[in-house]
Every structure is written in structure tokens, then in C-alpha cells.
């Protein structure tokens, strides 16, 4: 790589992809040994629990390293939450990201609920009030201006940091990953990000365990889940970068177009781990 540098034929691009694939090896070893633990089985994350039933199933199973574009969008993701929390702290002079990992047990210890919030934002109000926020951060391809709401997956992702923190104030802020847009009639620059305040509700939460809680009897009757991405209109774009992407669709796909897939890592994992499809039709057999 020194003597590309040297001899001009160096680009950005192609170390840059080379830190995303060393980074992603090293994360990837970390999950493999976590996985391997009693708790690793049984964990979830507020992020992953949110994720396709099929996906986080996969993701047990045949854990593998994302492809190189999610690692990208991830990566653009925390940079985005770097420049977020320098301007929070140039307004508060408080803001951080979360050091403290939550560690929520449901249903008696049999599943765990783990992670670390995005940014943690404190200060004291003028009442003396010390006021702890949650932040999460989300980037999308365009469209920001447009967005009505958070989208009910981040919104819940959101309440389970914030339960598991034992804070009561959230927002979600939206970027738009694909640059600012033309000022409109107003004279508004668009596109550049988008805030929702999200209060405490606990009928969300509740839906998150029970998740947690659906997805544990998946993985421990090793019962191969529904693809809730491919069946449901509204979470379609989630296959996109999904890495069992191959996988997905020879389940779904019939005859003629199964045998256009590379269909030998699906027929590998149901060899190693004997799985019945929630949907009763094997077509691995």
C-alpha cells in the first residue's frame, strides 16, 4: 500500500474499504466468542430486536460479516454521530456517547436485552434540575424533509434505552445521508436532518419484549422464523443489504428460480442445525 502511495497510484477508496473489512473481522471474531456464551445464545439487542425474525435467527446460526456498502452506510452513520455530538456539546457542553451498557433480563433471565445508547445528553435545568436525554441517530438516502414521524422500529429501539437507562426524555434525529438539498419557497435549506420527540410508552415496550421474547422460542425450539422483511410491504427495503439475502430468497423462490441460486450455504445450515420453517414447507429437502 506504501509504495502505491509513492508511486501515485494510491486512492482513499480503496484503504478506506480495507479499515471497514479489518474492522468488521475484528468485530466479527468479538460476536463469534460472545455467541459462544450462555448469555451470547440468549441476547438481544434494542437494535436487533427491531430486525427481521429470519435475520437475527440467521445472524445465530451462520453469523457472518455484512457486505462492504452496509458496512459503509454504518460507518457514515457514526461519523454523523461524532459531528452530532460536537454540536450538542458546543450547546451544552455535555453531551457523550453512552459508555454504560444496558442490561435488561426478561421472562426471569431466560433472554437478555443489551446495548448502548448513541449519545447521552446532560445537563442541569434552570431550576437545578439535572436532566439526563437519550439520542439516537438514524441516516437515510434522501427524503428526510418528507418524513412525518420516526419510524416505529427506531421509536421502540429508543424506549428500551431509554427504560433500561431509566430516562424519560428521547429524540431521534434523521440525517440525510445524500447532502442538502435546494432551499424552498421559504428560503429553508432541506434535507439536512430531522427531530422527533419520543415519549415514554409503555405499550411499545411491551411489544419489544414480547419480540424478545417470540424470537427466544425461534432460536431455542430451533425453529427457522418468518421473514417479516420479504412479507411485509412497509419493511421491503430492509432486504436490500441484508446479508442472507441468497438465503432468503431460496426460500421463498420455487423450482425453476431456485436453481439459478447458489443455493449450498442453506442446504449447509439446515445439514448442521436440523430446523422445521415456521411456515411447515421445507423446501431445502
Do not use: D, F, H
Given at each position: 500500500m506504501i509504495e502505491k502511495l509513492i508511486s501515485g497510484n494510491w486512492t482513499f477508496e480503496e484503504v478506506y474499504n480495507k479499515y471497514l473489512i479489518k474492522q468488521a473481522i475484528k468485530n466479527f471474531e468479538r460476536r463469534i466468542e460472545w455467541l459462544k456464551t450462555d448469555k451470547g445464545l440468549?441476547?438481544?439487542?434494542?437494535?436487533?430486536?427491531?430486525?427481521?425474525?429470519?435475520r437475527q435467527f440467521l445472524q445465530h446460526k451462520m453469523p457472518r460479516i455484512p457486505s462492504l456498502i452496509a458496512l459503509k452506510i454504518f460507518d457514515y452513520g457514526k461519523m454523523y454521530e461524532e459531528k452530532?455530538?460536537?454540536?450538542?456539546?458546543?450547546?451544552?457542553?455535555?453531551?457523550?456517547?453512552?459508555?454504560?451498557?444496558?442490561?435488561q433480563v426478561v421472562d426471569m433471565g431466560e433472554i437478555y436485552i443489551r446495548g448502548r445508547a448513541d449519545e447521552i445528553l446532560r445537563f442541569r435545568t434552570h431550576k437545578n434540575e439535572l436532566i439526563f436525554v437519550c439520542i439516537e441517530v438514524k441516516s437515510q438516502a434522501g427524503g428526510v424533509q418528507w418524513r412525518k414521524s420516526a419510524d416505529y422500529k427506531h421509536t421502540r429501539q429508543l424506549l428500551?434505552?431509554?427504560?433500561?437507562?431509566?430516562f424519560t426524555v428521547g429524540y431521534i434525529i434523521y440525517i440525510d445521508r445524500s447532502g442538502i438539498s435546494e432551499s424552498d419557497d421559504g428560503g429553508n435549506v432541506l434535507g439536512v436532518s430531522k427531530t422527533f420527540n419520543i415519549e415514554m410508552d409503555h405499550e411499545q415496550i411491551a411489544i419489544s419484549y414480547d419480540r424478545a421474547r417470540t424470537f427466544r422460542d425461534f432460536l431455542t425450539n430451533n425453529i427457522v422464523p418468518p421473514a417479516e422483511s420479504r412479507i411485509q410491504k412497509e419493511r421491503k427495503s430492509e432486504c436490500k443489504f441484508c446479508e442472507f439475502k441468497d438465503e432468503c430468497d431460496f426460500k421463498f423462490q420455487r423450482a425453476e428460480e431456485i436453481k439459478k441460486k447458489d443455493i449450498t450455504?442453506?442446504?449447509?445450515l439446515t445439514e448442521a442445525y436440523p430446523v422445521v420453517f415456521h411456515d411447515q414447507e421445507d423446501i431445502s429437502k
Open positions: 440468549l441476547y438481544t439487542s434494542p437494535s436487533g430486536n427491531e430486525m427481521c425474525y429470519l452530532i455530538r460536537t454540536v450538542l456539546e458546543s450547546e451544552y457542553g455535555s453531551a457523550q456517547k453512552s459508555e454504560e451498557v444496558i442490561n428500551l434505552y431509554m427504560i433500561g437507562y431509566g450455504t442453506w442446504i449447509q
